[in-house]
């Protein structure tokens, strides 16, 4: 580049800057560059003598407009290739790696395409990029491409209006500095008289004048003579008013333009008697002008311009392309009628508006065949009508579209999974969120859909339907509850199921209704009325649990390849959950019957009722180890207990049932109390090396012969670490059975020295041992959680004791269980009146 073409590109920067920073039809740009790229920043930087941010989208407050040495700029390396410069790792790239924005870590990636103005002129860059590293597809480097053909439009825009306001402004000044020649010509005589002005703008001197006619023509560029003199004539001849512009050829070799008006002025009768009027030189404009239309022939964006009467006044070589039709077309022909499908679009609503209310549209708008395309337009009034430029953003939009279909389907499969994950529990639930999904899938991937599953002894049915049109849903409800009955072996919901394959039908109503028998079936299905289908099964781990059926309306496309891999990843999701609520169900009714066999059924003394529950919790297919125990020993004595061993897996469950049956071994022994149980049971623990950790209270039921004369009972009980256990006494008083202070879990010191306390109570007496789970979860503290069953207890004393137990699961934990739960009660019978 030589000193003086370096100059002008500097000169021509400094002159767009000022233009664009912070211009709003830039900025778009910028903020769709984001979008479509999902990148962190994207940025116009203009190269001068240094870097300064014009726009940007994803930038602090106040850094537009900052400068940034050419040493440290990226773009200026995107500059200087003359090609997209891609950047993936920038600390580990040469040609950046030094820069101070990769030092910085402000940088990790980059994408940068130059920005080139007519006369190959690089101005600057578009760039993307972010603080990580990552890849650029080539459909990145395509999407910012066109992005960067429309911002090098606007740039251009911006220096053309620049030098149309400055070409005017000069020959305004032109005009005030030099002043306007006058004339008046006498129609009679033929005597032409000029002013000094106008004597000196034709080069005469004042004496060389013959003040005629014939020596005006004589001074015009011979194309424009005789053009000029008929005009004056026409003017004559119609006493009207004269408008015309021509050259005039100087003496010394130099070509003007200049601009002559002129009215004719009539005698009474309306005979023409002179023409008056002024001339100036329009040589300034003349140049200012060709000056734009090469910029304006140059540009690689269309651009016409229209008259007040929406006529065609100037079109450039890009709009002839993109139009389809030559400027000899085009020109002087109306807009609305050249472009028809123009009238009542967005073309003619922005267009209009532009000019009503004197401001800038921009926007994008569709134009059907021939052209078929979609157009970024931009709209401005001036004093004659209307200037437009556009481009063709076809590609991009379909870029565009399609990041906006990734990112629905993705969404799908989202929304898809997180209610397909409210499906572990049981049938009813999963077919409730099959009906979640139905409805999620409309109108996405079709108008209406049907779900399809597979029982586990072979039989399908149709679960869940839904349909775009509230009016419809019961229709095709009814429709679903019918039509597997109906349908012939080869229809494509039975054939997916076979064949594990996707199935989308063109017309399903040759496929399928025509083979359907007659009668509500049938007429359901015409009364859906669908065009085009798909059906896929869902399947994992190489079984086929059901299926999904979408249906179209002839007014929608048949589903194409984007919408397949759409339901294909939908039904790998919804298939996926189901197989895992299946096996989730397995593995918990085999949890629950391990830990049930593990747990027997309570003794029934003759003075008592005893009643036990366990359940699991509803979150987990886990073994818990919580455990109860009630056994009567040999001296008649009932033993309750309550434990609860640290951690939910087998591991658990198999030392829950360890010390279940060391407790039992231990305090079976006649007389032996329940402190010495839990003393002998911890020495056990740690001489064995089990190295569990848990839970258990104790309550020994028992009473001599003076107690069970004056019916009373003696409860004897000790804790270690557990929830203590509650009484109900017959009056409704509930006594809760804890001591002064917390005792040791079992397993944490052998040597821990165990007390038990002891109580009276009467016949009727009810005597409560639970684990935490009842009282205390996520959502619910111990001591919140143990006043809530004290005042549940005492509200549901009267119900008998299994009433009790259920009602009190019930009260407590009503939206399920968050761990596990072992309840054992007792209630003493009342004494024999």
């Known amino acids: 580049m030589t000193a003086a073409s370096d100059a002008s590109r500097l000169d ?8 664009a920073v912070g211009a709003r039809n830039l900025q778009r740009l910028t903020d769709l560059a984001v979008r479509l790229l999902d990148c962190d920043v994207a940025q116009v930087s203009l190269l001068g003598e240094v870097q300064t941010a014009v726009v940007a989208t994803g930038l602090p407050p106040g850094a537009v407009g900052t400068q940034l040495p050419l040493g440290d700029s990226l773009c200026a390396v995107a500059v200087s290739g003359a090609a997209p410069l891609v950047v993936e790792d920038a600390a580990a790239d040469p040609r950046v790696s030094g820069k101070a924005p990769v030092r910085s870590g402000e940088i990790g990636a980059y994408l940068g395409i130059p920005l080139v ?44 209006t620049a030098e149309l306001e400055g070409s005017r402004l000069r020959f305004e000044l032109a005009i005030d500095a030099a002043g306007i020649g006058s004339f008046d010509w006498d129609l009679s005589s033929g005597r032409l008289i000029w002013d000094d002005r106008l004597v000196e703008l034709f080069g005469f001197e004042r004496g060389a004048f013959d003040e005629s006619f014939d020596s005006f023509l004589g001074r015009l560029h011979p194309e ?86 929406w006529r065609f006044t100037y079109v450039n070589a890009e709009a002839e392309r993109v139009l389809g039709a030559s400027r000899e077309e085009l020109l002087g022909g109306v807009v609305w009628e050249l472009f028809p499908a123009a009238v009542g679009s967005g073309f003619e609503r922005h267009y209009r508006a532009a000019v009503e209310l004197g401001s800038e549209q921009m926007f994008e708008a569709y134009y059907p065949a021939p052209l078929d395309a979609w157009f970024e337009v931009r709209a401005w009034p001036t004093p004659d009508g209307l200037s437009v430029s556009f481009l063709d953003v076809t590609e991009r939009r379909a870029a565009e579209e399609q990041a ?127 065009r085009s289908a798909m059906t896929l099964p869902l399947a994992a781990r190489g079984r086929t649990l059901g299926a999904l059926s979408s249906y179209r309306s002839a007014d929608r496309p048949v589903p194409d390849e984007e919408d397949v ?70 001296t008649g004595a009932t033993m309750l207990v309550i434990g609860d061993v640290v951690g939910h897996d087998t591991e658990a469950a198999a030392a829950m049932g360890q010390l279940r049956g060391m407790l039992r071994g231990v305090a079976y022994r006649d007389g032996i109390g329940p402190a010495r149980v839990l003393g002998d049971l911890d020495a056990t623990v740690q001489g064995l090396g089990m190295g569990t950790l848990a839970t258990a209270a104790i309550v020994r039921i028992e009473q001599d012969d003076e107690e069970r004369a004056a019916g009373l009972t003696r409860l004897r009980w000790s804790n270690a670490g557990h929830p203590p256990p509650l009484v109900l006494h017959p009056g409704g008083r509930i006594e809760v059975l804890a001591g002064e202070r917390a005792e040791l879990m079992l397993g944490v010191d052998a040597g821990t020295r165990r007390t038990e306390s002891q109580t009276t109570v ?72």
């Open 565 to 634: 891999a759409t339901a294909h990843d939908v039904a790998g999701r919804i298939a996926l959950a189901l197989d895992n609520a299946r096996l989730y169900r397995q593995q918990r009714r085999l949890a629950e019957d391990l830990q049930r066999s593990l747990l027997t059924a309570p003794p029934q003394p003759d003075d008592a009722e005893i009643v036990v529950r366990y359940h699991p919790a509803m979150a987990a297919a886990e073994v818990g180890g919580d455990w109860y125990d009630a056994f009567v020993q040999p």
């Open 762 to 833: 009467a016949r009727g007496t009810t005597v409560l041992l639970y684990t935490d789970g009842l009282v205390e979860g996520r959502d619910l503290l111990l001591d919140e959680g143990t006043e809530r069953l004290v005042v549940a207890l005492r509200e549901m004393a009267d119900l008998p004791l299994p009433e009790l137990c259920d009602a009190l699961l019930e009260r407590l934990r009503p939206e399920g269980l968050q761990d596990d739960v072992a309840l054992v009660a007792v209630r003493l019978h009342p004494q024999d009146p």
């Open 12 to 19: 021509l920067v400094r002159h767009l800057t000022g233009g």
């Open 404 to 530: 906006r279909r990734s990112t629905d389907r993705l969404s799908l499969v989202a929304q898809t999974t997180s209610a397909m994950s409210a499906s572990l529990g049981s049938v009813a639930s999963e077919e409730r969120a099959l009906q979640r999904v139905a409805e999620l899938l409309v109108p996405g991937l079709g108008d209406w859909v049907i779900f399809s599953l597979v029982d586990e002894d072979g039989r399908m049915r149709d679960v869940a339907s839904w349909h775009r049109d509230a009016r419809l849903r019961q229709t095709v409800a009814r429709y679903a509850a019918l039509r597997l009955a109906s349908l012939q072996p080869g229809a494509p919901v039975l054939r997916a199921l076979a064949s594990g394959q996707v199935f989308v039908v063109d017309d399903v109503a040759e496929a399928v209704g025509r083979t359907l028998p007659p009668g509500e079936v049938s007429e359901a299905f015409g009364a859906l009325s669908p």
């Open 224 to 309: 424009d003579r005789r053009r000029t003199a008929e005009a004056v004539q026409a003017v004559i001849e119609q006493n009207g008013v004269l408008d015309v512009e021509y050259r005039v050829e100087l003496p010394w070799g130099e070509t003007r333009w200049v601009q002559g008006r002129g009215r004719v002025v009539v005698d009474d009768e309306g005979r023409p008697l002179r023409m008056i009027g002024a001339a100036y030189d329009t040589t300034p404009q003349r140049d200012g002008d060709a000056r734009v239309a090469r910029v304006l022939e140059a540009m690689k964006s269309s651009f016409f311009a229209v008259d007040r009467e």
């Open 117 to 160: 103005v007519p006369e190959d002129q690089p101005v600057g860059a578009l760039c993307v990029y972010g603080p990580r590293a990552r890849s650029w597809s080539e459909r990145d480097v395509t999407v910012l491409r066109q992005l960067a053909a429309s911002v090098t439009t606007e740039l251009q825009l911006t220096a053309v």
